[in-house]
T-cell receptor, first 115, second 114 residues
Framework: AQTVTQSQPEMSVQEAETVTLSCTYD???????LFWYKQPPSRQMILVIR??????QNATENRFSVNFQKAAKSFSLKISDSQLGDTAMYFC????????????FGTGTRLTIIP | AAGVIQSPRHLIKEKRETATLKCYPI?????VYWYQQGPGQDPQFLIS???????DKGSIPDRFSAQQFSDYHSELNMSSLELGDSALYFC?????????????FGPGTRLTVT
């Protein structure tokens, strides 16, 4: 079974600063995906970024980037130039890369951007 | 682009009543997943369907049942509701098969049991 751990229940940062959210996971699988989802107050689940385990290059989406350390089973999210709209719960998630596999989520980090 | 549709968006039921949640996947998506998110918790996988057959099963109570219909929409039936069933229920859809495709989430159904 896979487990996903987010050790930072809450974080806050000033607007325009950079913040890094941590995530570690445990699996015996070698082929998998990792995701960061954002859940704003509307409770909609929004995919922020994803990383294929077989890719060494870290994924980047505009102001969002990840630091994927496969050997350490670490997958952190960096948000640059943070904006008020980034205020949300952020969930790290894991999925085996095969068929119709489910997502396994971490417990989330509540991020607040301070004006 | 069309998204996943869930209905109703909000539902209030009393203990021991029955509830039915519906999910309409993105057109051409043949796989549906159901997740339950309790207050202050992360989403937990309940059950999934691929091509109208149950694909995987998670921590779904025996009081819950689900199915996927010929048009690929899915329904989650919940009986003998308990206070602890109050949660946000997400449906997600994807293309299925051997390759692992992206899951797209619906807006959720907020169920309140009183």
């Amino acid at each position: 079974a896979q487990t996903v751990t987010q050790s930072q229940p809450e974080m806050s940062v000033q607007e325009a600063e950079t913040v890094t959210l941590s995530c570690t996971y445990d699996t015996s699988e070698n082929n998998y995906y990792l995701f960061w989802y954002k859940q704003p107050p509307s409770r909609q689940m929004i995919l922020v970024i994803r990383q294929e385990a077989y890719k060494q290059q870290n994924a980047t989406e505009n102001r969002f980037s990840v630091n994927f350390q496969k050997a350490a089973k670490s997958f952190s999210l960096k948000i640059s130039d943070s904006q008020l709209g980034d205020t949300a719960m952020y969930f790290c998630a894991f999925r085996i890369n095969f068929g119709n596999e489910k997502l396994t989520f971490g417990t989330g980090t509540r991020l607040t951007i301070i004006p | 682009a069309a998204g996943v549709i869930q209905s109703p968006r909000h539902l209030i039921k009393e203990k021991r009543e029955t509830a039915t949640l519906k999910c309409y996947p993105i057109p051409r998506h043949d796989t549906v997943y159901w997740y339950q998110q309790g207050p202050g918790q992360d989403p937990q996988f309940l059950i999934s369907f691929y091509e109208k057959m149950q694909s995987d099963k998670g921590s779904i109570p025996d009081r819950f049942s689900a199915q996927q219909f010929s048009d690929y929409h899915s329904e989650l039936n919940m009986s003998s509701l308990e206070l602890g069933d109050s949660a946000l229920y997400f449906c997600a859809s994807s293309l299925g098969g051997d390759y692992s495709y992206e899951q797209y989430f619906g807006p959720g159904t907020r169920l309140t049991v009183t």
